[in-house]
Nanobody, 127 residues
Framework: QVQLVESGGGLVQAGGSLRLSCAAS????????MGWFRQAPGKEREFVAA????????YYADSVKGRFTISRDNGKNTVFLQMNSLKPEDTAVYYC????????????????????WGQGTLVTVSS
């Protein structure tokens, strides 16, 4: 089992920045990829970014490319999401997720490929 704990959410003005962290514990060696998803009020959960744990290759949703950066610290089993140039439409609960074999088949941008999820952290961007 893998446990994930997110932190770093909060209230920020449009144009500002936040950095989210996701600390992983437990059977972290079984994780192939880590992803960030978000869910705004009344909307479906959507993919934000993902990173392959061992090689560090990154993937982004078009809506955040050039503004968000996903990275990881292998030694601390932590994944980060640096969010710059935030917009009001980025307001959502952000979830960290860990996936192993299933995500390889289903795809890194699909939430059903991830087996483990954090509790979420709220990001609110004011206009």
């Amino acid at each position: 089992q893998v446990q994930l704990v997110e932190s770093g959410g909060g209230l920020v003005q449009a144009g500002g920045s936040l950095r989210l962290s996701c600390a992983a514990s437990g059977r972290t060696f079984s994780s192939y990829a880590m992803g960030w998803f978000r869910q705004a009020p009344g909307k479906e959960r959507e993919f934000v970014a993902a990173i392959k744990w061992s090689v560090g290759r990154t993937y982004y949703a078009d809506s955040v490319k050039g503004r968000f950066t996903i990275s990881r610290d292998n030694g601390k089993n932590t994944v980060f999401l640096q969010m710059n140039s935030l917009k009001p439409e980025d307001t959502a609960v952000y979830y960290c997720a860990a996936g192993s074999t299933r995500v390889v088949v289903i795809g890194l941008s699909v939430d059903t490929g991830y087996e483990h999820w954090g509790q979420g952290t709220l990001v609110t961007v004011s206009s």
